[in-house]
C-alpha cells in the first residue's frame, strides 16, 4: 500500500530529510505541467518547480497533516510562478510564439495541441496562432494564472481566489479579463460558429 | 427587456455566473444574448491548449537531486512574536555577559598560561571513507542522469567531459580502497561506472547523435543509474548509523 503524503511529511518532519524525495517524485511532474502552462518555458518551469519544492519543505512545519499535501504545493508554485511572471513582464509581446514543431532550443516557444480543432469548426490558421501567441501574451500575470486555473486546468472560482488570495469577485473578474482579451485578438479570426 | 453583459456572459461559460438560473433562463427567451452566448462558446471551445513537451523519464529524479542538494538541514519551526522576542532577550543576555566578562578580563590580575589537554575527537576513517564514497556516488549520479535527460547531445560539452574526468580519477581510488576494505559490491559498481565515466571522459569533441545513443544505452543496459541510487543510499545510511553509534554521539546522549 502506498504512503500516503501526510505519512511522508511526519516522516520528514522527524528528521527524515530523504522522505522528502518521496513527495518530489509524486508531484514534481504535474506541478510542471501547471507551470509550464503559464510560462511556457521548460528551464523556467523546471526552476519554478525546485524552488516550490525547497519553500515548501522550509514551511513544511506549517503544513496541516489533515491538509492535502498536493493542493498545498500547487498553491505555492502557482504562487511562485505568479511571481515570476511578475518579475520576468512576460506581456511583452515579442516574448511570445507559438509553433507546431518547436524549436527545443528555443525556450519561448508554445507548441499548441494538434487535436485542438475539428476541421468543420474552426480552422488555426497561422494567423490565428499568432494571434494567439500575441492574445496569450497581453495577459497581465494574475490573468494568466487564473485562466490556466480555470481554462486549462478546470479548477474552481474558489480554489483561483485562495490560491491567489483574491475575493471571489476579483477572481471572477481576472478570468474575465482574459477571455475578453483573447476574444479582442482571436475572434476576428474565427470562422463563425454553426 | 434588458440584454446580459459581457462578464454575466463569460462567466456563464464556466458556469460561475452568479445567478446561473437567471442567466439561463434570460438566454432561453433572447435570441441576441443566446447568439452572443454561442459565439463565445464556439471560439472558447476552439482555444488550443498549450502542449506540454514531455521533461523525459528522468525527470522526477533530476528534480529530487537539485532539490535535494539545496535542501537545508531541517525544516525550519514556526516562528512565533515569542520566540522571537526570547531569541532577542537571549541575544541581550548573551551580549550583557560577553561585555561582562571582556572587562573582568581587562582588570582582573593575570596567572600564567596553562596549557591544557585536549582530548580532540578521532575521525573513524571507514565513516570518512564512505562520506566521501557517498559523495561521489551522488554526483555521479548527477551527471548521469543530466546525460539522460539532455534534449541532444550538446550535454556532451566540454565541461560535462571535465567532470566525467575528475569524477574518473575520484573512482580509480575510491574503487581501490573498496577493494581493500573488502567491500566487493561498491567495488564492482565503481568498476562498471568507471568505464561509462571513461566513455564519457573520452568522447571525441564532436559528438554525434550516435555517440550520445550509445552512451545512453550502456548506462541503461548496465542498470547503472538505478544501481548508484541504491547503493549510495546504502551507504549514506551506514554513515548516519556510524554516526549514531559514534561515541561522540552517545556521550551526548548521557
Known amino acids: 500500500m502506498q504512503v500516503t503524503d501526510a505519512a511522508v511529511v511526519a516522516q520528514v518532519l522527524a528528521g527524515d530529510r530523504d522522505a522528502f524525495r518521496i513527495l518530489v517524485e509524486r ?168 | 427587456m434588458k440584454h446580459l453583459s459581457e462578464e454575466e456572459i463569460v462567466l456563464h461559460y464556466y458556469g460561475d455566473a452568479d445567478d446561473e438560473a437567471q442567466v439561463k433562463q434570460h438566454l432561453a427567451e433572447c435570441s441576441a444574448c443566446r447568439a452572443e452566448f454561442e459565439r463565445l462558446q464556439s471560439l472558447l471551445s476552439s482555444v488550443p491548449s498549450v502542449e506540454v513537451p514531455d521533461p523525459g523519464s528522468f525527470f522526477e529524479e533530476k528534480m529530487w537531486l537539485n532539490v535535494r542538494d539545496r535542501l537545508p538541514e531541517k525544516p525550519a519551526a514556526a516562528k512565533s512574536f515569542w520566540a522571537a522576542g526570547r531569541k532577542w532577550a537571549l541575544a541581550g543576555v548573551m551580549a550583557i555577559f560577553l561585555a561582562g566578562a571582556f572587562f573582568a578580563g581587562r582588570f582582573w590580575p593575570g596567572r600564567p598560561p596553562q596549557i591544557v589537554k585536549v582530548n580532540a575527537p578521532v575521525a573513524d576513517p571507514q565513516r570518512v571513507v564512505l562520506v566521501a564514497v557517498g559523495d561521489h556516488l551522488e554526483r555521479s549520479q548527477m551527471l548521469l542522469v543530466e546525460i539522460m535527460n539532455a534534449d541532444d547531445k550538446s550535454v556532451l560539452d566540454e565541461a560535462t567531459q571535465m567532470q566525467a574526468r575528475d569524477l574518473l580519477n575520484t573512482n580509480r581510488l575510491y574503487r581501490v580502497s573498496a577493494q581493500q576494505a573488502g567491500d566487493p559490491r561498491i567495488a564492482h559498481l565503481l568498476d562498471q561506472l568507471g568505464r561509462v565515466l571513461a566513455e564519457i571522459a573520452n568522447a571525441p569533441s564532436q559528438v554525434s547523435d550516435n555517440d550520445l545513443r550509445d552512451i545512453r544505452s550502456r548506462i541503461q543496459s548496465d542498470g547503472l543509474l538505478f544501481k548508484v541510487r541504491v547503493v549510495g543510499s546504502e551507504v549514506n545510511s551506514r554513515v548516519r548509523r556510524m554516526e549514531q553509534n559514534s561515541p561522540a554521539a552517545t556521550q551526548q546522549r548521557l
Open chain 1, 27 to 194: 508531484h514534481s511532474r504535474s506541478l510542471y505541467h501547471l507551470v509550464y502552462r503559464m510560462t511556457g518555458s521548460s528551464e523556467d518551469s523546471e526552476e519554478i518547480v525546485q524552488d516550490t519544492f525547497l519553500r515548501a519543505f522550509k514551511a513544511l512545519e506549517k503544513f496541516e497533516l489533515r491538509s492535502n499535501f498536493g493542493t498545498w504545493v500547487y498553491r505555492i508554485a502557482t504562487n511562485r510562478t505568479l511571481d515570476f511572471l511578475k518579475s520576468k513582464k512576460m506581456n511583452d509581446t515579442q516574448q511570445y510564439r507559438i509553433a507546431e514543431d518547436p524549436d527545443p532550443d528555443d525556450s519561448r516557444e508554445i507548441q499548441l495541441a494538434a487535436t485542438a480543432a475539428t476541421p468543420d469548426r474552426l480552422a488555426i490558421s497561422e494567423q490565428m496562432k499568432s494571434r494567439m501567441a500575441q492574445a496569450l501574451s497581453l495577459l497581465t500575470p494574475a490573468e494568466r494564472v487564473a485562466f490556466t486555473m480555470r481554462h486549462m486546468e478546470g479548477r474552481s472560482i474558489d480554489e483561483i481566489s485562495k490560491t491567489l488570495n483574491l475575493k471571489s469577485s476579483a477572481a471572477k473578474n481576472s478570468v474575465f479579463r482574459a477571455v475578453q482579451k483573447l476574444r479582442q485578438q482571436l475572434e476576428p479570426f474565427a470562422s463563425p460558429a454553426k
